[in-house]
């Protein structure tokens, strides 16, 4: 009898594992045809991957070892990784492959589904009525808000840097900096977080990208039952509650203004001047309408200030460290700065505009150190995949990891000096043409960043504020630098700078 209930569960169960086998065969074609690392049953190349430490490092061996594009498995999903600039193409202009990957649900269950984390069709609809909020027109009444940041800038590195002649951690002092800036320019809030003990929400957001980055790296924790008995999922419990406490406090004096209407009588629209024209303003119209709901605008601004604070303030902070290690080129960005600008005072949009040297220091910048070095993609279709040799079926459901961090080193793509600093060479004009998805930091095609033009005007700014008045040196050297794989790039140890007067 045991005998015969064994032979029947085992029956059963290869029944069952054949079926799965089955509906799985489209994958198994593709990783057959694209043929990379295969990994470990069920987890995949989860050990490999699961340090942030080595992840971009181990990627970039992988791209030498396989022919890339190639698919691999993350857990059981079907991993197609991506560097290299054609594939990057169609894949960023596919209407197939505009969701963001499965991986990022484990960022929208801890902060909300806003822009960065959502799919179609939601993605769609909040992108149409949020986008005004980033318009050319409503950025310039930002450059108010961004000069007066700089000058609070200029003081604490003035004051700490070089009256009291420390060597400072400038990525802390920018971070407050970009955080204060996006709170006044997308929630209307000043926070004045140089001046109180604003540590524990800087420290909140690096903890919740180091949590869901490890769940993304560990298969074994997908399940959402074997992940809510884990360690880790306390740490995201304590994180998430100090930012949900925080975009509350942002959101309160608005929302209580639309909560003590009454649902069924019409709002008295208040006149609003272009300058309150903010994301706030803007999504409040939205709820007032009916296309949103207030849970939306929750999701929408907790996503909203995390991605611009991350990833802004990791680009400055890349930039000044890059002319910090690369003084000659320090010295040809002080000197356009002295040619186009007055010696003190605000800066324009037109002067902005206008400094061609600043901007190509930003790009050689962002394209050896990519503000957010993987995006993930899923196809939400099957579509055919173009390579040199052929052309592949992608099944629907495959998750497509973009490696824009090694594609934008990658020696193939940008020649010999492709791993060091040097603006003139890839950026200026007599740089050789590259192919136009060789450079994309802010990724590009349907999808592309809805924050580019803030980020873009907001670093050249702090960047002409700073050096025209101060020379920033450090001791650390470009190959010295140790990265680590996040969701925004980190280091493992950040140099000290030396700030002095000009």
Same mark, same amino acid.
């Not at 054949?18 to 593709?30: G, V």
């Given at each position: 009898?045991?005998?015969?209930?064994?032979?029947?569960?085992?029956?059963?169960?290869?029944?069952?594992?054949?079926?799965?086998?089955?509906?799985?065969?489209?994958?198994?074609?593709?990783?057959?045809?694209?043929?990379?690392?295969?990994?470990?049953?069920?987890?995949?190349?989860?050990?490999?991957?699961?340090?942030?430490?080595?992840?971009?490092?181990?990627?970039?061996?992988?791209?030498?070892?396989?022919?890339?594009?190639?698919?691999?498995?993350?857990?059981?999903?079907?991993?197609?990784?991506?560097?290299?600039?054609?594939?990057?193409?169609?894949?960023?202009?596919?209407?197939?492959?505009?969701?963001?990957?499965?991986?990022?649900?484990?960022?929208?269950?801890?902060?909300?589904?806003?822009?960065?984390?959502?799919?179609? $069709?939601?993605?769609?609809?909040?992108?149409?009525?949020?986008?005004?909020?980033?318009?050319?027109?409503?950025?310039?009444?930002?450059?108010?808000?961004?000069?007066?940041?700089?000058?609070?800038?200029?003081?604490? +590195?003035?004051?700490?840097?070089?009256?009291?002649?420390?060597?400072?951690?400038?990525?802390?002092? +920018?971070?407050?900096?970009?955080?204060?800036?996006?709170?006044?320019?997308?929630?209307?809030?000043?926070?004045?977080?140089?001046?109180?003990?604003?540590?524990?929400?800087?420290?909140?957001?690096?903890?919740?990208?180091?949590?869901?980055?490890?769940?993304?790296?560990? $298969?074994? @924790?997908?399940?959402?039952?074997?992940?809510?008995?884990?360690?880790?999922?306390?740490?995201?419990?304590?994180?998430?509650?100090?930012?949900?406490?925080?975009?509350?406090? @942002?959101?309160?004096?608005?929302?209580?203004?639309?909560? *003590?209407?009454?649902?069924?009588?019409?709002?008295?629209?208040?006149?609003?001047?272009?300058?309150?024209?903010?994301?706030?303003?803007?999504?409040?119209?939205?709820?007032?309408?009916?296309? @949103?709901?207030?849970?939306?605008?929750?999701?929408?601004?907790?996503?909203?200030?995390?991605?611009?604070?991350?990833?802004?303030?990791?680009?400055?902070?890349?930039?000044?460290?890059? +002319?910090?290690?690369?003084?000659?080129?320090?010295?040809?960005?002080?000197?356009?700065?002295?040619?186009?600008?007055?010696?003190?005072?605000?800066?324009? @949009?037109?002067?902005?505009?206008?400094?061609?040297?600043?901007?190509?220091?930003?790009?050689?910048?962002?394209?050896?150190?990519?503000?957010?070095?993987?995006?993930?993609?899923?196809?939400?279709?099957?579509?055919?995949?173009?390579?040199?040799?052929?052309?592949?079926?992608?099944?629907? &459901?495959?998750?497509?990891?973009?490696?824009?961090?090694?594609?934008?080193?990658?020696?193939?793509?940008?020649?010999?000096?492709?791993?060091?600093?040097?603006?003139?060479?890839?950026?200026?004009?007599?740089?050789?043409?590259?192919?136009?998805?060789?450079?994309?930091?802010?990724?590009?095609?349907?999808?592309?960043? *809805?924050?580019?033009?803030?980020?873009?005007?907001?670093?050249?700014?702090?960047?002409?504020?700073?050096?025209?008045?101060?020379?920033?040196?450090?001791?650390?050297?470009?190959?010295?630098?140790?990265?680590? &794989?996040? *969701?925004?790039?980190?280091?493992?140890?950040?140099?000290?700078?030396?700030?002095?007067?000009?």
């Amino acid at each position: 009898m045991l005998l015969g209930t064994c032979l029947i569960l085992a029956i059963w169960l290869l029944l069952v594992w054949t079926y799965f086998l089955w509906t799985r065969r489209r994958y198994y074609k593709a990783a057959w045809q694209l043929r990379g690392p295969i990994g470990w049953p069920l987890i995949g190349m989860g050990l490999q991957m699961m340090n942030p430490e080595t992840f971009l490092q181990y990627m970039d061996g992988l791209s030498h070892n396989f022919k890339a594009p190639f698919v691999s498995w993350m857990g059981t999903s079907c991993f197609l990784y991506v560097n290299d600039p054609h594939t990057v193409e169609q894949i960023f202009n596919s209407n197939h492959c505009t969701n963001k990957g499965h991986f990022y649900r484990f960022l929208s269950s801890a902060i909300g589904d806003g822009l960065f984390t959502s799919s179609a $069709p939601r993605w769609h609809k909040h992108r149409r009525l949020i986008n005004p909020a980033f318009g050319r027109q409503i950025l310039c009444n930002f450059l108010p808000i961004f000069n007066a940041e700089a000058e609070v800038l200029l003081q604490k +590195l003035d004051l700490e840097g070089v009256q009291q002649g420390k060597e400072l951690e400038i990525y802390q002092i +920018l971070k407050k900096i970009v955080l204060e800036a996006a709170c006044q320019t997308t929630m209307g809030r000043k926070m004045n977080f140089q001046h109180d003990g604003s540590a524990v929400i800087f420290e909140a957001y690096n903890g919740l990208t180091q949590v869901c980055v490890k769940r993304m790296l560990s $298969p074994w @924790l997908y399940p959402e039952f074997v992940y809510r008995r884990s360690a880790l999922y306390g740490q995201q419990k304590k994180v998430v509650g100090v930012l949900l406490g925080f975009v509350e406090q @942002l959101l309160a004096p608005i929302v209580s203004v639309v909560d *003590i209407v009454p649902p069924k009588e019409p709002l008295q629209q208040e006149p609003r001047s272009k300058s309150k024209s903010i994301f706030i303003e803007q999504v409040r119209e939205h709820v007032e309408r009916g296309q @949103l709901s207030w849970q939306d605008v929750r999701d929408e601004a907790n996503v909203t200030i995390a991605a611009t604070f991350e990833t802004t303030s990791t680009a400055l902070y890349f930039t000044i460290l890059c +002319l910090a290690m690369h003084p000659s080129y320090q010295e040809k960005l002080h000197e356009e700065l002295m040619a186009e600008l007055p010696p003190y005072g605000d800066i324009s @949009l037109e002067q902005l505009e206008r400094l061609t040297y600043t901007e190509m220091a930003i790009n050689e910048a962002m394209r050896l150190f990519a503000p957010v070095p993987m995006v993930i993609r899923s196809a939400a279709q099957d579509f055919q995949l173009r390579r040199d040799d052929s052309e592949f079926l992608i099944p629907s &459901g495959t998750q497509i990891g973009i490696d824009i961090y090694n594609m934008q080193r990658d020696e193939r793509v940008w020649g010999p000096l492709a791993r060091t600093y040097n603006p003139e060479a890839h950026f200026g004009p007599e740089a050789p043409a590259r192919h136009a998805f060789a450079f994309v930091p802010f990724t590009k095609g349907l999808r592309m960043c *809805i924050g580019y033009r803030y980020a873009q005007m907001l670093m050249k700014l702090l960047l002409a504020k700073i050096f025209r008045s101060y020379r920033i040196s450090t001791e650390a050297r470009l190959d010295q630098l140790q990265v680590k &794989g996040n *969701i925004s790039l980190k280091l493992r140890n950040y140099p000290l700078c030396r700030v002095k007067r000009r």
